[in-house]
């Protein structure tokens, strides 16, 4: 749990969080919760409903060092009003956000009944077009958006799970899972794909020549986190989307790829069927998609690798991985 303060300190939790914390009729740790960034939450209840309190402190949320983003971006983004500007088709849960000693704290509607189930089962194919449908919709809100969107930088995004973030890591003696197994799977990813590693190595290192070549494509804003773990279908058909942790101005297509390559094995559709959809979904919002789309596109699934080829490294040299090696050799050649 964060640290209270020392008495006189001021209180962390004042203004509109504050007051909306003072109505609290319960208060207690939800242990055993999904999520392995090391954020501590907490069960609310307000005038008889269900909020769940989260904390992101530097000290123990390694996806909070990760971002750079030191006092929280979920907090930017509800200082700069950005949340409540997006499209009526998602629902995002934060309803107050404050800064705490070392983070900050957001107070965010109970949304867990309506969160897709922790299982192995492919989602339905319903709501795997619904939550294409609303990506698209998020991305053209802010299409063409300007800096005050760049919470946290395109370089920052594609370091996350970079072997550096995994040594750092290691130097704090972090006790979080994901981070060792990132300094695992990089050199491991070298011995199940040695074509894939070579191209893809060198810029989980330095993704400065991606951040580059994406930075002239068209950007909007990203959410850059659409795991299912983090996503839901709420009572009126709007997607509930959770974890506004690594958020900024980027390219829509790189939170295309985030999502094909991590819910990879619960998804209804083919990756060449999925990426249409998202297309069609795009240009039905009345985006133009011709001038760019095959570029842009090339260097976000090369992207998608730089971030996750620790994680394909696991399974072998499968069907998946080959997919994806196949993706990134050809969109190497933008880079040069």
């Not at 319960?26 to 954020?39: F, H, N, T």
């Amino acid at each position: 749990m964060p640290d209270p303060g020392r008495p006189g300190d001021p209180d962390p939790l004042a203004g509109p969080l504050g007051e909306l914390l003072a109505g609290a009729t319960e208060r207690a740790e939800l242990a055993g919760a999904p999520g392995k960034s090391g954020a501590a939450l907490e069960r609310v209840v307000i005038d008889g409903q269900d909020y769940v309190l989260k904390h992101l402190a530097l000290a123990g949320d390694w996806t909070m060092r990760a971002s750079g983003c030191l006092r929280g971006a979920p907090l930017v983004l509800w200082e700069r009003g950005i949340l409540a500007r997006l499209p009526d088709c998602l629902n995002q849960p934060i309803v107050g956000a404050a800064p705490e000693p070392g983070g900050c704290a957001l107070l965010m509607r109970d949304v867990s009944p309506w969160l897709v189930p922790a299982t192995d089962e492919p989602i339905t194919a319903g709501q795997h077009a619904r939550f294409l449908r609303h990506m698209a919709a998020l991305h053209a809100r802010f299409w063409d958006c300007g800096s005050e969107f760049d919470v946290v930088p395109a370089m920052h995004r594609y370091l996350e799970l970079s072997p550096w973030m995994a040594r750092a890591e290691a130097v704090a003696g972090s006790p979080h899972l994901v981070p060792r197994l990132v300094a695992k799977g990089w050199p491991l990813l070298a011995e199940v794909a040695p074509a894939t590693a070579a191209v893809v190595t060198p810029l989980a290192y330095d993704p400065g020549p991606l951040v580059e070549a994406l930075a002239a494509t068209p950007q909007t804003f990203v959410h850059s986190n659409w795991k299912l773990d983090n996503l839901g279908t709420d009572d009126a058909g709007r997607t509930v989307l959770l974890d506004w942790e690594q958020p900024g101005r980027g390219a829509a297509l790189s939170d295309l790829a985030w999502y094909l390559a991590i819910n990879c094995r619960r998804l209804p559709q083919s990756k060449e069927a999925s990426i249409t959809a998202y297309r069609g979904e795009l240009e039905a919002c009345g985006i133009d998609t011709g001038p760019w789309w095959e570029r842009q596109l090339a260097l976000c699934l090369l992207g998608a690798l730089v971030l996750f080829g620790w994680e394909k490294a696991f399974g072998g040299y499968d069907e998946e991985l080959a997919w994806w090696e196949a993706n990134a050799i050809r969109a190497a050649a933008l880079l040069s």
